[in-house]
Antibody, heavy 129, light 109 residues
Framework: QVQLQQSGPGLVKPSQTLSLACAISGDSVSSDTASWNWIRQSPSRGLEWLGRTYYRSKWYNDYADSVIGRVTINPDTPKNQFSLHLNSVTPGDTAVYFC???????????????????WGQGTTVTVSS | EIVLTQSPGTLSLSPGERATLSCRASQTISSSYLAWYQQKPGQAPRLLFYGASRRAAGIPDRFSVSGSGTDFTLTISRLEPEDFAVYYCQQYGYSPPVSFGQGTKLEIK
């Protein structure tokens, strides 16, 4: 049974960096089919996908246009987790942050994306001085 | 960029009634890359359906999905008290890689 456990601060000051971690049990961050995603949710933005990291013989990242340039998602293979770093935060980044797994589907040697079948518990992050 | 628009924003129904929730895509997408989620207050979204109408584990058969092209529907045949929640559609595999609809709140009338 795959589980994701989030950790990180719930309060970040404006202009600083928001950092969250998502620990994986029951799967591997180095899986050659899964991708590891961060999503946030706020009343103004709804559910907003932020980006993902995944391993296909090497590490790849994709990021949402809305946060590109401010966001980094990194795998941590020794700890079997992945992290989100969002810099230069403003009150507009206040949201509930979730990590989630896309298990991927392997078809004829290609990995096809899939829906998010496992989610972390969510972390409420407030950006305020 | 694919934008998903859900309607209605809020649906007020009584237990036992039938619920029909809509998700419209701004361009044609394959149902193989459309998912539906249920979210209750204080919880993460829960996967209901994915990839061409595949039902996630533990989802009762009163839930069903249909549609193709740009128009997709989630139907709950007979509402149970635990079905009142917010429902989201999601596309994956296009550009951007993932996007969500804004949600339909299903509330008790």
């Amino acid at each position: 049974q795959v589980q994701l456990q989030q950790s990180g601060p719930g309060l970040v000051k404006p202009s600083q960096t928001l950092s969250l971690a998502c620990a994986i049990s029951g799967d591997s961050v180095s899986s050659d089919t899964a991708s590891w995603n961060w999503i946030r949710q706020s009343p103004s933005r709804g559910l907003e996908w932020l980006g993902r990291t995944y391993y296909r013989s090497k590490w790849y990242n994709d990021y949402a246009d809305s946060v590109i340039g401010r966001v980094t998602i990194n795998p941590d293979t020794p700890k079997n987790q992945f992290s989100l770093h969002l810099n230069s935060v403003t009150p507009g980044d206040t949201a509930v942050y979730f990590c989630a797994r896309d298990p991927g589907v392997s078809i004829s040697g290609m990995v096809i994306p899939d829906a998010f079948d496992v989610w972390g518990q969510g972390t409420t992050v407030t950006v305020s001085s | 960029e694919i934008v998903l628009t859900q309607s209605p924003g809020t649906l007020s129904l009584s237990p036992g009634e039938r619920a029909t929730l809509s998700c419209r895509a701004s361009q044609t997408i394959s149902s193989s890359y459309l998912a539906w989620y249920q979210q209750k207050p204080g919880q993460a979204p829960r996967l209901l359906f994915y990839g061409a109408s595949r039902r996630a584990a533990g989802i009762p058969d009163r839930f069903s999905v249909s549609g193709s092209g740009t128009d997709f529907t989630l139907t709950i045949s007979r509402l149970e008290p635990e079905d009142f929640a917010v429902y989201y559609c999601q596309q994956y595999g296009y550009s951007p890689p993932v996007s969500f609809g804004q949600g339909t709140k299903l509330e008790i009338k």
